[in-house]
């Protein structure tokens, strides 16, 4: 079945500092690919998307490319900020939304 | 555009007690669905309604677990009897159509069983 593997958190870096958050997934054909983020005390609010393979999904400084060789979708910024601390979601749209286990990121000042 | 709208925000309960949570979708989304969130974990989807359908309850405990969407707008969640694994956040999301467009989520309510 489905399946969405993040790295490993809690992520802990300093302002400014490059991000990468990896993801990687298991689906048959396919699939539209998510990043989800999840603030202290809130909901799951869409960060960027893909459709197709070398699609490049941004918002808010956060970038993905779908890359259907290496079956991944790492999410990347180049300068954190503290108001960037929260929880970060990969997730696949097969034959239903799955998400990995979340990677808590903490940017310190 | 107002967004996912869940009620309780909190609830706790005892073991063995029942319990319901609430969502109203937004306004014209067809899809509505139901996610457990067990702290530490990634969300898992319950169940998904398109309309007042069940599209997808295969991960639904139902011995335990029930939803209902009446008129294809609301939808209620239950559990009875609850059990101490059941706390978690439970989160309902909407979308206009299939899988692809990005769902949105209510902020949750919060269940803690003692």
């Known amino acids: 079945g489905d399946s969405v593997t993040q790295m490993e958190g809690p992520v802990t870096l300093s302002e400014e500092a490059f991000l990468t958050i990896n993801c990687t997934y298991t689906?048959?054909?396919?699939?539209?690919l998510f990043w989800y983020v999840q603030y202290p005390g809130e909901g799951l609010q869409l960060l960027l998307k893909?459709?197709?393979?070398?699609d490049k999904g941004s918002n808010k400084g956060f970038e993905a490319t779908y890359r259907k060789e290496t079956t991944s979708f790492h999410l990347e910024k180049g300068s954190v900020q503290v108001s960037d601390s929260a929880v970060y979601f990969c997730?696949?749209?097969?034959?239903?939304?799955?998400f990995g286990e979340g990677t808590q990121l903490t940017v310190n000042p | 555009e107002a967004g996912v709208a869940q009620s309780p925000r909190y609830k706790i309960i005892e073991k063995r007690q029942s319990v319901a949570f609430w969502c109203n979708p937004i306004?014209?989304?067809?899809?509505l669905y139901w996610y457990q969130q067990i702290l530490g974990q990634g969300p898992k989807l319950l169940i998904q309604f398109q309309n007042n359908g069940v599209v997808d309850d295969s991960q639904l405990p139902k011995d335990r677990f029930s939803a209902e969407r009446l008129k294809g707008v609301d939808s209620t969640l239950k559990i009875q009897p609850a059990k101490l694994e059941d706390s978690a956040v439970y989160l309902c999301?909407?979308?206009?159509?299939?899988?692809?467009?990005?769902?949105?989520f209510g902020s949750g309510t919060r269940l803690t069983v003692v």
């Open positions: 893909a459709t197709k393979a070398d």
């Open positions: 689906a048959t054909g396919y699939p539209s």
């Open positions: 306004s014209g989304h067809a899809t």
């Open positions: 997730a696949l749209a097969g034959s239903r939304l799955t």
């Open positions: 999301a909407s979308t206009p159509g299939g899988f692809d467009y990005g769902y949105t």
